[in-house]
C-alpha cells in the first residue's frame, strides 16, 4: 500500500526521497524490519492473550526428558509468523505482483488448514486434529491453483537469451530477449542445467508440449504436499522449525534475488524470470517473522507454532522454490525436512513389514521423526536443534554453490 502512495507521491509531486520506495533493496530492508519489531513487540502480547484464553498445548506421552513440562504452553503461534509477514508485504510489496499474490493466498490458505487442525486438538480436545486426508486434500487444492497459476497466467515468463553487453562509448547496455512462457527448471550440478517439463510429454506428438500442464500441475502439487509435511514433521523440539526454515528462506531469497536480475542472471547463467525480484520483499518479510517468532520458541519454548506455522512454513518454502525454478534443489536445502520425512516413512515401512512377515514390528529408529531419535539416546533438545541448524547452514551453502559449480 504504501509502495502505491509513494508511488503516487513520486510522480505527482516529486517528493524527495519517495523514489527509494522504487527500489526492492530499500523496500526489502524496511520489510525485515517491520516483521521484527512486529514479531518481537507484538509477538509477546499474542502469546499473553494465548495464555489467558488457555490455547496450551497438549503434550502426548512420549516418555522423552522435559516432555511433561510443556504440557499447557500455548500453541498456534503461527499466528505471529503469518501477521508478521503479511503486514510488511502489504505495506511494501507491489500487490499488484502475481508471484505476491500467489504467496499471500498460499500463507492465508495453510494458515487456515493448521489454523484448523489446532483448533480441533485445543479446543476439541482431539489430539489427532484434523484427519490426515482433509489435510492433504488442502495441500493438494493449493498445489493444483498454484501449478494452474504459474502454467496458465499471461505474467508468469522467463526471459530468453538476456544478456549485457559493453557498447564502444564504454555503456553497459542490457540486451533482452523474448519473454516466453515456459515450463523449464533448474538441474543442479549440470553444465546444461535445464530441464524443460513438456519434454516428458514431447514424444507423444508435435503440439502435445501444449498439455505439458498435465506434467507441471501434478508435480507442483506433489512438491507442495511433500515440503508441507516435512516442515509439520519438523516442528517437533524448541526452535527446529522456525531456525532450519529461516535458513531454508534466506537461501531462497538470494536465489529470488539473482533470478530477478538480468546482469547476475546473465553472469550465473541461470534463468531471468522477469518480476521475480519482487519476491525478495516477501521473503525478507517471512525471514524477519521467523526470526522474531525464534525469540519466544528457543528452548525453552514460551509459544509453540502448531501447525498453524508449519503446515504455512513448507507451504510458502514450496511456492517460493516452484517460482524462481529451483524446485529440484529441495532435496538438499530442504535436506532437514527431508530426513525428517524419511525416518517416519523408514520406520513406518519397517515395522509394516517385520509385523507382517516375523509378526512382531521391529524399528530402524529408537523414535521418529529422527530428532526424536536422538532425544532417546540422551542428547538436550538444545544440542540437537543447533546441530540440525549447523547441517541446515551447511546445506544452504552448499545449494548456493550450485550456481556455478556444474
Known amino acids: 500500500m504504501l509502495y502505491y502512495l509513494f508511488e503516487y507521491l513520486e510522480k505527482q509531486y516529486q517528493l524527495p526521497g519517495a523514489s527509494l520506495f522504487q527500489f526492492t533493496t ?5 520489510a525485515i524490519l517491520s516483521s521484527l519489531v512486529i514479531a518481537t513487540v507484538y509477538g509477546k502480547r499474542v502469546i499473553l492473550f494465548l495464555q489467558k484464553k488457555q490455547i496450551g498445548e497438549s503434550v502426548r506421552d512420549l516418555g522423552l526428558d522435559g516432555q511433561k513440562q510443556k504440557a499447557g504452553t500455548p500453541t498456534m503461534g503461527g499466528l505471529i509468523i503469518i501477521m508478521s509477514t503479511l503486514i510488511p508485504v502489504l505495506l511494501f510489496a507491489k500487490l499488484d505482483n502475481i508471484y505476491i499474490i500467489l504467496l499471500i493466498v498460499t500463507t492465508l490458505w495453510m494458515g487456515f488448514i493448521g489454523f484448523t487442525d489446532d483448533y480441533i486438538k485445543v479446543f476439541k480436545k482431539d489430539k489427532d486434529g484434523l484427519k490426515g486426508r482433509f489435510k492433504v486434500l488442502g495441500q493438494v487444492v493449493l498445489g493444483l491453483g498454484v501449478g494452474a497459476t504459474l502454467y ?10 538476456s544478456s549485457t553487453m559493453i557498447t564502444e562509448q564504454l555503456q553497459v547496455r542490457d540486451v533482452m530477449g523474448l519473454e516466453i512462457k515456459s515450463v523449464k527448471t533448474t538441474v543442479p550440478f549440470f553444465k546444461n542445467n535445464e530441464l524443460d517439463y513438456s519434454d516428458f510429454i514431447g514424444w507423444a506428438g508435435e503440439n502435445a508440449k501444449d498439455y505439458a500442464w498435465l506434467i507441471f500441475i501434478p508435480i507442483v502439487i506433489l512438491i507442495v504436499t511433500a515440503v508441507s509435511n516435512g516442515a509439520n514433521l519438523t516442528d517437533g523440539i524448541d526452535g527446529l522449525a522456525a531456525g532450519t526454515s529461516a535458513i531454508i528462506v534466506f537461501t531462497l531469497g538470494i536465489f529470488a534475488w539473482v533470478s530477478g536480475n538480468v546482469i547476475f542472471s546473465n553472469y550465473l547463467d541461470i534463468m531471468f524470470i522477469p518480476n521475480s525480484g519482487e519476491l525478495v520483499v516477501f521473503i525478507t518479510a517471512f525471514v524477519g517473522a521467523l526470526i522474531g517468532f525464534l525469540w519466544y520458541n528457543a528452548f525453552p519454548a514460551q509459544v509453540f507454532m502448531g501447525d498453524t506455522g ?61 530428532h526424536h531419535h536422538y532425544q532417546v539416546k540422551g542428547y538436550h533438545e538444545s544440542k540437537i536443534v543447533t546441530r540440525f541448524w549447523i547441517v541446515g547452514i551447511l546445506l544452504a551453502i552448499i545449494t548456493v554453490v550450485t550456481l556455478k559449480v556444474r
Do not use: N
Not at 530499500?26 to 524496511?30: I, K, L, P, S
Not at 496458465?152 to 537469451?161: I, L, N, S
Not at 524462481?324 to 515395522?351: D, T
Open 152 to 161: 496458465f497466467h499471461p505474467g508468469v515468463t522467463m526471459r530468453e537469451d
Open 310 to 370: 508449519s503446515l504455512t512454513i513448507g507451504g510458502i518454502i514450496a511456492v517460493i522454490a516452484i517460482i524462481i525454478r529451483k524446485e529440484l534443489l529441495i532435496p538438499i536445502l530442504c535436506g532437514i525436512f527431508f530426513a525428517e520425512s524419511l525416518s517416519v516413512m523408514i520406520q513406518v515401512g519397517y515395522f509394516k513389514y517385520t509385523k507382517k512377515k516375523f509378526g512382531e514390528g521391529k524399528r530402524v529408529f529408537l523414535m521418529s521423526p529422527i
Open 26 to 30: 530499500f523496500r526489502a530492508a524496511m
